[in-house]
């Protein structure tokens, strides 16, 4: 069983998420998502509308996700790959080279990120709509 993992905040998911969702389903048989919690988020400097629990939720219900997972820092993902088995890293590729370094672990792979659609987007322009 060939075993995909991503990572992210995924909040108002949207249609860019389930584009990256679906391709990096497509690269194996069982996708793992590491969901940022509430705590990371701060770190990244994000702040989601929804929170850990209802973004899981929400997530688990995708068909192409097989499973969810924390993600707490920016250093867990070497352990991640090992911990699950993981052979292919796949990120949209606003992140491309930012995690080559597991390259040491598994296949990692940058796919393009969908234009036209963002959370910050949808944010910006829900404040603007009377
Ligand atoms: N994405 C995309 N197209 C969009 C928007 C997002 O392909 N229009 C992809 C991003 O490239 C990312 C994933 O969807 O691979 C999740 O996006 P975010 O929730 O914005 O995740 P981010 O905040 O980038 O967190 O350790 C990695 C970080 O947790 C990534």
């Given at each position: 069983m060939k075993k995909v993992i991503t990572y992210g905040t995924f909040d108002l998911l949207h249609w860019g998420h389930i584009n990256l969702?679906?391709?990096?389903?497509?690269l194996g048989d069982y996708l793992v998502v590491a969901i940022?919690?509430?705590e990371f988020n701060k770190i990244k400097g994000?702040?989601?509308f929804h929170s850990y629990e209802n973004r899981k939720?929400?997530?688990e219900a995708i068909?192409?996700?097989d499973e969810v997972i924390p993600e707490d820092n920016w250093e867990q993902k070497v352990n991640d790959v090992q911990e699950h088995n993981i052979d292919v890293f796949v990120m949209g590729d606003d992140w491309v080279g930012k995690f080559d370094f597991l390259k040491d672990y598994c296949d990692v792979i940058y796919l393009k990120r969908t234009v036209?659609?963002?959370?910050?987007?949808?944010k910006r322009e829900l404040a603007t709509t009377k």
């Amino acid at each position: 069983m060939k075993k995909v993992i991503t990572y992210g905040t995924f909040d108002l998911l949207h249609w860019g998420h389930i584009n990256l969702l679906k391709r990096a389903k497509d690269l194996g048989d069982y996708l793992v998502v590491a969901i940022s919690s509430d705590e990371f988020n701060k770190i990244k400097g994000k702040k989601s509308f929804h929170s850990y629990e209802n973004r899981k939720l929400i997530l688990e219900a995708i068909k192409y996700v097989d499973e969810v997972i924390p993600e707490d820092n920016w250093e867990q993902k070497v352990n991640d790959v090992q911990e699950h088995n993981i052979d292919v890293f796949v990120m949209g590729d606003d992140w491309v080279g930012k995690f080559d370094f597991l390259k040491d672990y598994c296949d990692v792979i940058y796919l393009k990120r969908t234009v036209g659609i963002s959370t910050t987007q949808i944010k910006r322009e829900l404040a603007t709509t009377k």
